[in-house]
């Protein structure tokens, strides 16, 4: 495997890599890596240049769609720098049959990415059982109309609603809050659910955190707890979801490493 260059660039890798921001959130004890970039300054050599790894099924695609991937594994590979189990090794985050990451041993972690930004969050697997992060722009009001019912019931709504939160900044939260869900559980039930599996049940918005309830049904297949807090982020025209934890007296769920 490749090492990631994270420190020497070359002018093509200053094009196309913007700001970068490192830190660990205090309300979760995740490492969270931001990566800005620029999709109209990417090239494919900047794959070897930054030590990642192109995936076949990534070179068969679209110039913009490699950008968003590059970028994300580029945030990736500055995060597990800051792991103690794979730091200073050559590491590379691959991609499962469902596009899903597939992270060293010893690591859970998760990665997004929308527009011009690309977000990952690492823990040590010992800290931590599952984690997922979402980032989202806001939704437009007239995509909201279209897939409110879709996306979220119309108590969660008003739940979100009646403390102040606009319909795009709501529904927008409960989407990237799902989403998050989502890719937290993923690797230890390998189904793909839909937005109807889970539900916003509390919102505590001092703390910046939502509650998101399983039904009794999905959590009772996958021998899953129900309820899992949200940590969200408000930005002015985004909103950043972490969903993390460890799962209560489950050391032996079929989490893929």
Known sequence: MQAVNATKESGAERHFIGKVQSAVDPRTGVRQVSCEFDSAGY????????????????????PK????????????????QHL?????????????????????????????????????AVSRRLDM????????????TRVCREIATIVATRRERELLSDQGLSERVALTLIYSA??????????????????????AVELRL??????????????DKHKLPQDYQCQF?????????????????????????
């Open 43 to 62: 090239q494919a050599t900047l794959y070897p240049q930054l030590g990642i790894a192109l995936p076949e099924s990534i070179a068969r695609s679209l």
């Open 65 to 80: 769609r490699q950008a968003g991937f590059l970028a994300g594994r580029y945030a990736a590979a500055l995060a597990l």
């Open 84 to 120: 103690a189990p794979v730091r200073n090794q050559d590491l590379q985050v691959g991609i499962g049959e469902q596009r899903n990451p597939l992270w060293p041993s010893g690591v859970v972690g998760s990665i997004s990415h929308v527009g011009s930004v690309a977000v990952c």
């Open 129 to 140: 059982d599952y984690l997922g992060i979402d980032v989202e722009v806001l939704i437009p």
């Open 178 to 199: 799902k989403e998050s869900l989502f890719k937290a559980l993923y690797p230890s039930v390998r189904d793909y659910f839909g937005f109807e599996v889970a539900e």
């Open 206 to 219: 001092e703390e910046q955190a939502l509650v998101l309830r399983l039904t009794e049904r999905f959590a």
């Open 233 to 257: 982020t408000l930005g002015e025209h985004w909103i950043q979801s972490v969903t993390c934890g460890k799962f209560p007296g489950r050391a032996n769920l079929k989490a893929v490493a």
